[in-house]
C-alpha cells in the first residue's frame, strides 16, 4: 500500500503538531515533506515516492541506523537501487506470526511497563509517587497509604499471566517489585552503581565537565529529579524496543490534579489514556527525537495507538465504571495535549510515548485519592494469578487484557502487523 505526502500532512495535524508549536520545524510542498534546521532551512526531505519504504525503515531499525540514514541521504532523491537496498537491510519483526484457533494471542509480542519503582512507602518518597490520607467521608477515619510503584506492579503480573494463557509472549519493564529497571532498587543503584554511570558517560562526552561536576555531588533525593528519572525511563525504553513488541502497555494510576498535597480525599474521579505525539517547539531540537518523530510521522503507530487507546478507554468505561477525563479537567491536558476523537483519549509526548517503537498505549485508569477508590484500593480481597491485591486492580489489568484481545481482531492490524 502506498502513502501520499498529503496521507502525512493529514496525520502531522491531526495528530503530532501541538498547536502549531512544529510550524517553523516542518514544511510541506505537494511532492515532498522535509525538516527544517534552526535556520529555518531544508535539512532532510522526504519524498512521495520513497514514504512507504521510510515508513517501514523507521519502524524497523535503530536509532543509529536511522541518523546515519538522516545524515547520508540529507536532502537526495534514494534511486531505485538504494530504495531497494533499504528493504534488505529491514528486518521484519513487525508481521505477526501465524493465527493459533486454541491461543487467540500465539507468539504475538506484547511489552508492559509498570510506572514507577517504588513498592513501599519509605523508598516511595524519592520520587514522589504516594499518597497518604485520611478520607474523611469513610466511615472508619483510618489513614490511607497508596504507592503507585506497587499497584502498578501488581497490575502488571496480573495482566502477563492473563496474556500468557492465550499463548503471548511477555516482558515487563522491570521484573521484580520495589526495583527499577536496573534489576535493583534505587538505593542500591545510588550506593553502587551511581559513580561507574556517571564516569562512564563523561567518558563518552554524553556528560560534559561542568555537568558531571554537579551531578557527582548530588544527594539521592536531587539526583533523581536531575538524572535518574529520566536515565531510568531510556533504560525501559530500551528493553521494550529490543523486544519488538506488537504492542506495548504502559500502566500508571493518577492523583487528582487539584487535591494536592493529597493529605484528604477527593470526590473526583477520571480516567485518561495517552498514545504518542503532540510535539512542542522545542521537542525537536535533540537529533534522536526528530528520528522519532520521523517514524511517527511516516507510519501507522500513532494510527494504532489511537486503536488500543480506544478500546483501552472503552474498557475502563465499562468495568470500572468511571468517568472520561476531558481536556479541561487538568492543567497538564489542557497545555500538553491534542485531543483525539474519542474522549478521555489524548496525544501527549512523554519519553516513553516518543521513543517506545510500536503500538502504544499509556493509562491512567483512576484516580488513587478518590474518597471511594482509596477505600478500595486498599481492601485486599482478590487473589488469583499468584497475586493477592485489591479487586479494583484485578479490573484495571483484566481492562487492558480485554483491549489488548480486542485490538488483535481489527481488520487494519490483522493486515499491517504492528
Ligand atoms: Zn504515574
Redesign the pocket.
Known sequence: MSQTIADCKTRFEKYLNLNGALNDHVLFESNAFYILNDKKEKEFAVYANESKILADFFENSSVTEQLKLYKLKGLNKLSKKQLDSLVITMNDDSKLPKPNPSKPLYNIRIAIDP??FSSNFEDSKVEG?YVKLVNEKARKKDTITLV?GQLTFLTAQVLKNMLEEQGAKVILSRNKENTTAFNQTYADWYKNRRNKVLDSLKQKKELDEDKYKILKQFPKEKLFWAFFRDYELMERVKKINGFYPHVSVII???VDEKNSPWTTASNRNNSMCFISGAFGTKDLTRPSNKLHFLRLLLGKQVQQSETIGRLTMNSFEKNLKITRAKKTDTEYLAKNTLSTNYQGLFCRNLILTRCINSPLVYGESLYQDNAKECTMLSTCNYNDYGVKTSERVYLVAKSYYEAIMNYFKEPEVKISGR
Open positions: 510506572g514507577h509517587k503507585e500508571h494510576y493518577n
